[in-house]
Nanobody, 121 residues
Framework: QVRLVESGGGLVQPGGSLRLSCAAS????????VGWYRQVLGKQREFLAA???????NYAASVMDRFTISIDNAEKTASLPMNNLSPEHTAVYFC???????????????WGQGIQVTVSS
């Protein structure tokens, strides 16, 4: 069983910063890739960013050059620092990871439960 736990959300003032983290636990040899999504109340879930352990990245236009995704395989944690936040960033944020449970085996994907980010003065 693999579990993902998001952390780092909460309330922040406009212009402030947060760092979202996604900690993975269970039978994990290494993290292959990680992605971040968000869902505004009443809206469709939206892709934000993705990164592979090999260094490949993919960012949505809305966050390009604003957020930087990272992977720490030693801690089995992925992070998404966010800065210059505005009320439009208020949403539930989700992480998804692809992991190898054993070397040389196909990767499997797992989703976190989501965390609330609220940007308000």
């Amino acid at each position: 069983q693999v579990r993902l736990v998001e952390s780092g959300g909460g309330l922040v003032q406009p212009g402030g910063s947060l760092r979202l983290s996604c900690a993975a636990s269970g039978k994990i040899y290494n993290i292959v890739a990680v992605g971040w999504y968000r869902q505004v109340l009443g809206k469709q879930r939206e892709f934000l960013a993705a990164r592979t352990s090999g260094g490949g990245t993919n960012y949505a236009a809305s966050v390009m050059d604003r957020f930087t995704i990272s992977i720490d395989n030693a801690e089995k944690t992925a992070s998404l620092p966010m800065n210059n936040l505005s009320p439009e960033h208020t949403a539930v944020y989700f992480c998804v990871v692809a992991v190898n449970k054993d070397p040389g085996r196909p990767s499997e994907e797992y989703w976190g439960q989501g965390i609330q980010v609220t940007v308000s003065s």
